[in-house]
């Protein structure tokens, strides 16, 4: 399949090229190309993975911090992606390299940067075809990958990034005091790498801790058996792309679930994971990196030949640590080294207010003595509260990606639709210009129909931002009938893929409430996929998913039911429970998520066996205006 995708953007490249040179003269021509454009100094970044993940976001701010461009010699700086968590091989890269040459022709790069093991692996054996002249400059490498190439050409430079993960486990071991050792890692080839360095670095430490590898397994195992750590362990892990059921993730999103599940603490060595639960590591820094990229790009577009270039042999590592972990899992501030970064670290009321405090303390010592304790007591809550609103909100926004995971198919189908239709409108108004003659009213018609299918795919891209963005709640008037709307909308496609029927009947006279909108979408459409899912197990031509809104005296009620086999009585009471499913490959969070939303706003929710099963959410009804703030989501 990759290399099919591949061939198809080759030959894309190969027919753009032509169009894309005569745009460029064109522009010349109209003066939109400055006289001086030969000055400018271009750079070409190739990326191993997506431009998307975090550690990349941090690396570039750096970079492109750090570039220097003027008026009289501007640098147009270039982003590629090889994409090699999920492609690579010969053919692959042989396809890319003849797409970024042609691409490529017109703005030869005079320096190409290689952003991790994979890029600077491609650069080595397709440099010639990029720009054989130009300098290359790697960043992000292990220098253990180094160690396993040819001594690399006198113009290849750049500076290894210090990826060691033993000082992390020595910390680990140290702090957590912990016998058994547990590394986690996924399925891409990067995470097997990541489990082979593993493997070496934990037989260091075999005299004083027992390793234990969770390598490959579905999300849902992997928490299971994370829960049912005890104090005496610790977790390793970098985080995974992809898990033993074939499912894709982020690092950030695989690690902050592990956390929250874990009844043991997490170290890790990439600073992109400080904030979702791990308590800290020796990590390098990738803004760093991306600054070091950075100058050495400037001095090589300043003329410095790259032998003459002082480099340090290594980017070191940096203790990063969350605060609110270590008091999460009892480790005293005192072993953290004076050097560390500490993050989240609560200022007390005498490091904000000094004198003040004291002075007030002298005077008041015996009369708020027990004022103090009550609201040291008070604040100690509060931060548990807000800990665990946090953790409910990033489970709900996470459920909110997984649901787009799922729907991934049909939105590309949605989208390709409209996409396809202008593509051939666009080809079919070239042809009716080429013939020449009066046809302006065909070419209305065939405009027409290009704004239309326009405003369609614009129309899918905003439900599919909506659902994925995080944004601040609030809580206003809406109509639970115009939410069932966008639903139906939203799964029609998904509906036909799956051949289920989904009937929606809404309340005649609308089913007004007050609540967010955003949440409440994805209340129902947990529910109706839900349903879709346990339909599927009937005949094809019985497959119904009805959703069925309704406005009962001081109430809204929504109800949905499938025709699928029903959920046994015995499972009823757990069904909302949180890692509870019925599903070999669930996480068990969509229902407990769901409840949680739901009794958010003040309503209930429960569900129905016997033959198909019924969800029934009841909210309060909207009585008058009304716009309440709420914690993010």
């Not at 002249?133 to 190439?149: Q, S």
């Not at 791990?278 to 790259?306: C, H, K």
């Not at 998913?545 to 757990?574: C, F, N, T, W, Y």
């Amino acid at each position: 399949m990759a290399v099919r995708r591949a061939r198809k953007l080759g030959r894309w490249c190969a027919r753009a090229a032509p169009r894309a040179a005569g745009v460029t003269l064109a522009a010349a021509l109209l003066g939109m190309v400055p006289a001086a454009a030969e000055s400018t100094r271009n750079v070409l970044v190739l990326y191993s993975v997506s431009r998307m993940q975090p550690p990349i976001v941090e690396g570039d701010r750096g970079f492109h911090q750090t570039i220097r461009t003027t008026t009289d010699r501007p640098v147009l700086v270039f982003d590629e992606s090889l994409d090699a968590p999920r492609f690579g091989g010969p053919e692959y890269e042989s396809i890319v390299a003849a797409y970024l040459r042609e691409k490529y022709a017109q703005h030869r790069p005079d320096v190409v940067v290689g952003v991790g093991e994979a890029s600077l692996a491609f650069l080595l054996r397709h440099r010639a075809e990029l720009s054989a002249a130009a300098p290359a400059v790697f960043v992000g490498v292990d220098p253990a990958f180094l160690g396993t190439l040819p001594p690399l050409p006198p113009d290849v430079v750049g500076v290894a990034a210090d990826f060691d993960f033993a000082p992390t486990i020595d910390l680990a071991l140290r702090w957590s005091r912990a016998r058994r050792l547990v590394f986690v890692t996924g399925t891409t080839e990067m995470d097997r790498q990541f489990e082979a360095r593993f493997r070496a670095d934990a037989r260091r430490f075999e005299g004083r801790a027992k390793a234990e590898f969770l390598a490959g397994l579905p999300t849902s195992d992997v928490l299971r058996r994370l829960a049912a750590l005890g104090p005496d362990s610790a977790v390793i892990t970098p985080g995974f792309f992809r898990d033993g059921a074939g499912r894709s993730f982020l690092p950030r999103e695989t690690v902050r679930a592990m956390a929250a599940a874990s009844g043991a603490p997490l170290f890790g060595s990439f600073g992109t994971l400080v904030g979702t639960g791990i308590v800290g590591g020796y990590m390098p820094s990738f803004e760093a990196m991306g600054r070091q990229a950075g100058e050495i790009v400037n001095d090589l577009l300043a003329g410095t030949p790259p032998s003459s270039l002082r480099l340090p042999a290594i980017l070191p590592q940096a203790v990063n640590v969350d605060w609110r972990q270590l008091r999460r899992w009892g480790i005293p501030e005192r072993v953290v080294p004076a050097d560390a970064v500490v993050h989240f670290r609560a200022p007390t009321l005498l490091e904000e207010h000094g004198g003040k405090v004291a002075a007030t303390v002298a005077l008041l010592a015996l009369q708020a003595a027990g004022i103090g304790v009550l609201l040291l007591e008070r604040r100690r809550r509060v931060a548990a509260e807000a800990v665990a609103t946090s953790q409910r909100l990033e489970l709900s926004h996470a459920a909110r990606l997984a649901t787009a995971g799922e729907l991934t198919g049909s939105i590309a189908h949605e989208i390709n639709q409209p996409l396809g239709a202008i593509l051939s409108n666009a080809d079919a108004a070239e042809l009716i210009l080429d013939s020449g003659g009066d046809r302006r009213d065909e070419l209305k018609s065939i405009l027409a129909d290009i704004r239309r299918d326009d405003r369609r795919a614009s129309e899918v891209v905003r439900r599919l931002r909506t659902l994925l963005a995080k944004h601040e709640a609030e809580r206003r008037p809406v109509d639970v009938n115009d939410v069932a709307r966008d639903v139906e909308t939203m799964l029609a496609v998904e509906a036909r893929h799956r051949r289920v029927r989904l009937d929606v009947r809404l309340a005649p006279s609308g089913a007004p409430t007050v609540g967010d909108r955003v949440q409440l979408h994805q209340v129902l459409v947990n529910l109706v996929l839900n349903a879709m899912e346990a339909a599927a197990a009937a005949p094809e031509e019985g497959r119904l998913v009805s959703l069925d809104v309704e406005k009962h005296g001081a109430h809204v009620a929504v109800v949905v039911r499938d025709s699928g086999p029903g959920i046994a009585p015995e499972l009823l009471p757990r069904i909302f429970d949180p890692f509870f499913s019925t599903k070999s490959d669930g996480m068990g969070l969509g229902l407990s998520i769901t409840r949680t939303l739901v009794e958010s706003h003040g309503g209930r929710i429960w569900a129905d066996g016997g033959a198909g099963a019924a969800f029934h959410v009841e909210l309060p009804g909207h009585v008058g205006p009304e716009t309440v703030r709420v914690e993010p989501s």
